[in-house]
């Protein structure tokens, strides 16, 4: 019989370069050679202490704006009516006096008309705790009465006091109950009901005109009679008992929690009446006297109560120190996470979300400060930042963020405008824009946040934010820890890699902050990412000019540093290896990159330092990135690569790798020696040192990984004719019929790579075992006896794998072996 046809014959080798056209083979292509690594995100430990900025910080404490304060009613400023000088002046010690009349002669800038003193009054406190006596003061006091009041009051004045918590209920609980009901109402003269103070309803023919001069005066006044005698009467029944109840608590002494709450309901009345009536912002006549009032609420230090209040007196347009100091009082109460509770109750982040939109952030620029502080503190907490997600947060952060741009970027202001560019000239900017950056990384650990971040250009703005900032260490830090977050998700990493401005602006922060571990160590983990996903990705980061240089310069100096310091390691200065080389792993497998990576002398020399020096118990995944790099640049094997010229050297250190207990180690150092095997000296020094006992071992593993490499190596050797009767005798044609077995269903490709390799341990004539490697092949070979995934996109994959991987090999095997039973076959005398 004719013997079996040359083609037949040739060995199979594990060969690289062909391209094909195919995602199955693709896969199969890099998985015997190429490999992109993956690592863990570099670990940000969170501020014991909530403050502005975290002990970290590379700002020093006197060029910072505080965390820590105390504010008292005194710091606030009732008239409200003159702009922030910018020159802060220390707080007088006296009260200002809070005249809290009905139809008083009243200045609405802060002056009231002298009054005697009045004689000492025995009242008791709205939380009904113990009698007093009050002396003549300012905030403590009710002003004396016109003698409309006096009409009202049938009882004598020592009785009221004790009905006063009553009537604030009273008054809270209409309030409430009308307030919904109201706001349906078209815009009509009040019919205010007398059963709020339990007094009649006085004439509306009261005089009022000094207070409408007043009030016209500071812009205020502009209303016919009829109108300014309306909110006359809507102040006497509305406002002012619950003015009266503010009156009867004394601050400085402690305060039930009942009477906070009933504080509490109080202001949430009054704010939702003055909101129906049309009555917040600076539309009330009165309302510096309504400050006054809510100002020294202050003084009784509840958190509780001074968020109601907060909300309130930001409903009032406060402005200039008002501002400033009610936005450090919130930022005083979110710095303790026990009251986050109390953020998600009171709805005072609406009122927060606002002032990061103002149009004029240089003269309220410090306010914006401690609000986006604030925010950034509550998005810390997880249900407070979906709270937040869900009232649009991330793009009003933007938006302020971009504003902060225009304002300090010189090419986008205006020639005639250059008072407030550069951040020198405005370093409240770079302040707020550490808060905002910090508060985006909050958002970032939300998984519903990051639609949010693949659209309205979100990438770009964080990238010109580093690119303005450079010098700002901890601008710098916080946009690298939300870059190194959201690489990690595909969509995410796609979204950056599209951003072309980012590659040249991560290499110049490499070069210019190389010594900064913490980011340097963010900036190549989103590097690594980058080049792990997009193939484009890989190649724009080596075409940027001195690519190469800057990150093998840091790996150099990374290495010699740990090297010295050896001793007493340190474990940011590997984690900053771990992520460099795995930057230089995933570029290595665009062939331009992988090729010039390949040729570097500085670079193979690196990585094989590490593999050398580290100890794999110590730098597990060091050693494992050094060898997995080695790998990927084996892979280019032309004339001139350093790795083809170090191949004994190599050999060497991965003989030492293959005894380590570490299968991670020892999987990597065989996938070199598969694709070194390729080299005649390599296969020699496998033979002769009894690599090849260890390796056929391997194939008893149930890791379908480790087969595959071993089944690389072995294929290679056995292309030596003097090679393939060694291996027999080590019993490696069973274990690849084991692993076929085993694997097939399952690994298309493995079962392809054992079909290869035992095509090449077979002599011709061969029969041991062969029926049964038949059988194996004749089964799989079958389609229809075959079980397929349930998955249709698996069950494609699967199929492709099946076709384009297995069958061909197996059929040239299934061949083979059926020729050989043939030749043995006895040949029959004719009868």
Request: aromatic share 6%.
């Amino acid at each position: 019989m004719a013997s079996v046809e040359r083609d037949k014959q040739d060995p199979f080798y594990l060969s690289h370069g062909a391209k094909r056209p195919t995602s199955a083979e693709i896969v199969t292509e890099a998985r015997r050679s190429l490999r992109i690594l993956g690592t863990q995100r570099p670990f940000t430990p969170r501020d014991e202490q909530r403050q502005l900025f975290g002990d970290a910080s590379a700002r020093t404490r006197d060029r910072r704006p505080p965390s820590s304060f105390s504010l008292h009613a005194r710091n606030f400023e009732a008239s409200d009516s003159r702009p922030s000088s910018g020159t802060r002046l220390s707080p007088l010690e006296h009260k200002p006096k809070l005249p809290l009349s009905k139809d008083e002669d009243y200045n609405e800038s802060g002056t009231a008309v002298p009054k005697p003193p009045i004689a000492p009054l025995d009242r008791k406190g709205l939380a009904g705790a113990r009698t007093r006596q009050l002396r003549p003061r300012s905030l403590t006091r009710l002003p004396p009465m016109t003698q409309q009041s006096k009409e009202l009051h049938t009882e004598d004045c020592h009785e009221q006091p004790k009905l006063s918590l009553e009537t604030v209920q009273r008054t809270n609980t209409n309030n409430l109950q009308h307030c919904n009901a109201r706001r349906d109402r078209t815009e009509a003269p009040p019919e205010l009901s007398t059963k709020h103070s339990g007094m009649q309803q006085p004439s509306r023919a009261t005089p009022q005109k000094k207070e409408t001069d007043t009030e016209a005066d500071s812009g205020h006044g502009d209303m016919t009679g009829r109108d300014a005698t309306d909110e006359s009467v809507f102040w006497n029944f509305e406002v002012l008992p619950v003015l009266q109840e503010f009156e009867a608590v004394m601050p400085g002494g402690s305060v039930s929690e009942e009477t906070i709450e009933q504080l509490c309901d109080a202001c949430t009345a009054l704010h939702c009446v003055l909101a129906e009536r049309g009555k917040l912002g600076r539309r009330l006549k009165k309302r510096s006297t309504l400050l006054r009032a809510l100002f020294r609420l202050i003084d009784l230090g509840s958190d509780q109560l001074n968020l109601a209040l907060g909300k309130l007196i930001l409903a009032l347009n406060v402005s200039g120190n008002n501002l400033l100091n009610i936005c450090k009082l919130i930022f005083k109460i979110s710095r303790s996470s026990s009251n986050d509770v109390l953020f998600q109750k009171n709805s005072i982040i609406d009122s927060l979300l606002p002032l990061l939109q103002c149009e004029d952030l240089y003269s309220n620029g410090e306010a914006v400060l401690y609000t986006v502080g604030s925010l950034k503190l509550l998005s810390g907490n997880c249900a407070l930042s979906r709270l937040l997600l869900a009232k649009d947060f991330i793009s009003v952060l933007l938006q302020l963020a971009q504003k902060l741009l225009r304002l300090t970027d010189p090419d986008a202001l205006p020639d005639h405008n250059p008072t407030v560019a550069g951040r020198d000239q405005n370093p409240i900017a770079g302040h707020i824009l550490v808060q905002l950056t910090a508060a985006l990384r909050n958002m970032a650990d939300l998984s519903e946040s990051r639609p949010m971040f693949t659209s309205n250009d979100v990438f770009s703005t964080l990238c010109k934010i580093m690119d303005l900032y450079q010098d700002d260490q901890d601008v710098c830090l916080n946009v690298a820890r939300i870059l190194s977050k959201l690489s990690s998700y595909a969509g995410c990493c796609y979204a950056l890699s599209e951003t072309l401005c980012c590659y040249r602006l991560f290499l110049d922060l490499l070069s210019k902050h190389s010594r900064k571990q913490n980011l340097v160590v963010r900036l190549l983990f989103t590097l690594g990412n980058l080049a792990a996903r997009s193939s484009e990705a890989r190649e724009r980061v080596y075409e940027e000019e001195g690519a190469a240089d800057i990150l093998i310069g840091l790996f150099q100096h990374y290495h010699r540093a740990a090297f010295l310091a050896s001793k007493n390691p340190q474990h940011e200065e590997e984690d900053v290896l771990v992520k460099l080389i795995r930057v230089l792993a995933n570029l290595s497998i665009h062939p331009t990159v992988g090729r010039a990576l390949a040729a570097n002398a500085l670079c193979v020399q690196l990585l094989l330092e590490v593999m050398e020096v580290r100890s794999v118990e110590e730098s597990t995944e060091l050693v494992v990135n050094a060898s997995a790099t080695i790998n990927n640049l084996s892979y280019y094997q032309e004339e001139g690569t350093v790795v083809r010229a170090q191949h004994t050297h190599i050999s060497k250190l991965l003989l030492r790798l293959l005894l380590s207990s570490n299968m991670d180690v020892v999987l990597e150092a065989t996938r070199v020696f598969g694709n070194l095997s390729q080299i005649k000296y390599v296969r020699h020094f496998i033979i002769e040192n009894k690599v090849h006992q260890f390796i056929v071992t391997l194939l008893d593993s149930k890791n379908p990984d480790v087969c595959f490499s071993a089944c690389g190596v072995l294929m290679n050797l056995s292309v030596d004719p003097e090679y393939r009767t060694i291996l027999r005798k080590e019993g490696a044609i069973q274990k690849l019929m084991d692993c076929l077995r085993d694997f097939g269903p399952k690994d298309w490709q493995l079962a392809g790579l054992v079909c290869q390799t035992l095509w090449n341990c077979m002599e011709d004539g061969e029969t041991q075992n062969m029926q049964e490697l038949l059988e194996i092949l004749s089964l799989y070979s079958d389609q229809t006896f075959l079980q397929w995934p349930s998955c249709d996109d698996v069950k494609e994959y699967q199929n492709s794998c099946w076709e384009q991987d297995f069958l061909p090999v197996a059929q040239k095997l299934k061949k083979r072996i059926q020729s050989n039973m043939n030749l043995m076959e006895p040949i029959s005398e004719p009868s």
